[in-house]
């Protein structure tokens, strides 16, 4: 059975909530620390200094990228449901449920199951595009049913 929608987007929220909490701590924890030590933020500098504003500029990036995908994420409509498969649809296959929104990856539900939310950029996405329930593709040469799509 499918995972009621707005759940399964309250968790994918939640998840990508979690993962900006955290890269903001970690990057407050690295300005704090170069602060402390009055670190200059030169790259030509050997040691610490250097891999503190790395270690900086690599969380902001990952905090782009999960501010991006909560953006993505409210542009799903929660309230409607298609027949075929496009950017906010939920999926049943014989082995998997699939969630239509943005790159977050595995999402555990309330009830134990657990839905892989994925980008239309991601490659099963294209096999998986305009495609309604009964219909097969291919993944890993091996074919999978899809059962429902909401």
Same mark, same amino acid.
């Given at each position: 059975? @499918? &995972?009621?929608?707005? $759940?399964?987007?309250?968790? *994918?929220?939640?998840? @990508?909530?979690? $993962?900006? $909490?955290?890269? =903001?701590?970690?990057?407050?924890?690295?300005?704090? *620390?170069?602060?402390?030590?009055?670190? +200059?933020?030169?790259?030509?500098?050997? /040691?610490? =200094?250097?891999?503190?504003?790395?270690?900086?500029?690599?969380?902001?990036?990952?905090?782009?990228? #999960? $501010?991006?995908?909560?953006?993505?994420?409210?542009?799903?409509?929660?309230? +409607?449901? %298609?027949?075929?498969?496009?950017? /906010? *649809? @939920? @999926?049943?296959?014989?082995?998997?449920?699939?969630?239509?929104?943005?790159?977050?990856?595995?999402?555990?539900?309330?009830? /134990?199951?657990?839905?892989?939310?994925? %980008?239309?950029?991601? &490659?099963?996405?294209?096999?998986?595009?305009? =495609? =309604? #329930?009964?219909?097969?593709?291919?993944?890993?040469?091996?074919?999978?049913?899809?059962?429902?799509?909401?």
């Amino acid at each position: 059975m @499918i &995972p009621n929608k707005t $759940q399964l987007f309250n968790n *994918s929220l939640d998840a @990508i909530n979690k $993962q900006i $909490q955290r890269y =903001k701590a970690e990057m407050d924890t690295i300005k704090e *620390s170069m602060e402390a030590n009055d670190v +200059h933020t030169d790259y030509d500098e050997e /040691g610490s =200094k250097g891999e503190l504003l790395g270690d900086f500029e690599k969380y902001a990036k990952y905090l782009d990228t #999960a $501010q991006n995908m909560k953006l993505t994420l409210n542009k799903v409509d929660r309230e +409607h449901y %298609s027949e075929s498969i496009k950017f /906010g *649809s @939920i @999926i049943e296959t014989e082995n998997n449920y699939y969630f239509i929104a943005c790159a977050l990856g595995k999402i555990n539900m309330d009830d /134990g199951s657990s839905v892989y939310v994925i %980008s239309t950029e991601a &490659p099963i996405y294209e096999k998986l595009k305009g =495609k =309604k #329930a009964g219909e097969t593709f291919m993944l890993n040469e091996k074919e999978i049913k899809i059962l429902e799509v909401r």
